[in-house]
């Protein structure tokens, strides 16, 4: 979108009533027939304007979209979500967000697109991004917490989300598969993705890239069956901007609390009682190996535990579990 049609857009947003074609024009340095043909853009991107003679133009409804104008007014947080960069495509918004981290964005800053043409998974898998129905975001976060914590993010990512999820309407039924999914049904609805910049032995900032199946109405080819979206569980159609800044709010204030903890504790009840995997047998492809056994937790430091057929309970810090027939 036209970054002079989205300040037009934002301007009518606040203002909450008609603006005068003379006052856009003069605020915006253009003439009136220029702010007529931002307005037009905006409709065709489906914003409703109501446009009357002599009173001007009055925003009467928004389009879904997941741009700050319209996460905002959803938003109760003191950073996260300020500000919100939003782009119709990009390769991947954990990318662009590590670049603006880098440039010294400050932490709350959240990068998100229509479509990812190149959108990354773990393990070096890619994620499916098609255009204007889910959700693609990426957090910049500079927790001051020493390195070997870091990886306990995923984990309260994942508490949020399961937080966020389980309000909406529609009855979902979340679960967290440790450590960076979200399955609904025994299928993927959501995965996690962070990746740190660290700097000697402290986190420098890390992006913590989250994907939603939101309104995708199917998934064709290896995801059928594999993956979900809210609309194929609960039939409805959901407000991708509301959505994203449930996350946000659900989030901050336990990133808050997490960092003044020892560890994942004040969440860790939360995570076993809604965890995919417990009580499944699983195996873990580990560098010594494959390790094979039951899940019975998760350690307050953010490990899997497995116990084994001889009932040795293993801490598995890292990797993939597969559930085992
Ligand atoms: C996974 O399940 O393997 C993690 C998927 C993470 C996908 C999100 S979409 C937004 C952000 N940008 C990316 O390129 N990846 C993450």
Request: glycine letters at 10%; one cysteine or more.
């Amino acid at each position: 979108m036209h970054t002079v049609s989205l300040h037009i857009l934002q301007r009518l947003a606040a203002s909450g009533t008609f603006l005068s074609g003379a006052e856009l024009s003069a605020e915006f340095a253009m003439t009136r027939s220029a702010v007529w043909k931002h307005i037009r853009m905006l409709r065709t991107e489906g914003y409703g304007i109501d446009a009357r003679t002599g009173l001007g133009y009055r925003l009467v409804s928004m389009a879904g979209r997941p741009l700050g104008v319209e996460v905002g007014p959803h938003l109760s947080t003191g950073r996260f979500g300020r500000p919100i960069h939003w782009h119709r495509s990009l390769e991947s918004t954990n990318t662009t967000a590590r670049s603006l981290a880098a440039g010294g964005a400050e932490e709350g800053t959240v990068v998100v697109a229509e479509r990812q043409s190149a959108g990354r998974g773990r393990l070096g898998r890619s994620w499916d991004s098609p255009s204007g129905v889910n959700l693609y975001f990426s957090l910049v976060l500079r927790p001051r917490l020493p390195m070997e914590r870091i990886p306990q993010l995923t984990l309260l990512l994942a508490v949020a989300l399961h937080r966020a999820l389980t309000i909406l309407d529609g009855g979902l039924r979340p679960a967290i598969k440790w450590p960076n999914d979200i399955f609904v049904s025994g299928r993927k609805l959501c995965g996690i993705l962070c990746e740190m910049q660290s700097e000697a032995d402290r986190a420098h900032f890390v992006v913590a890239g989250i994907g939603i199946n939101v309104n995708q109405p199917a998934f064709e080819g290896e995801l059928e069956g594999t993956a979900t979206s809210i609309r194929m569980e609960t039939g409805r159609i959901t407000s991708r901007p509301a959505l994203l800044a449930s996350v946000l709010n659900h989030l901050e204030p336990i990133y808050d609390r997490w960092q003044q903890e020892d560890d994942l504790s004040f969440v860790q009840r939360e995570l076993e009682e809604n965890a995919f995997l417990q009580g499944r047998r699983v195996s873990v492809e580990r560098m010594r190996g494959t390790l094979e056994g039951t899940v019975t937790g998760i350690a307050p430091t953010g490990e899997l535990i497995i116990t084994t057929s001889d009932g040795t309970a293993c801490r598995v810090a890292s990797g993939e579990a597969r559930l085992r027939k």
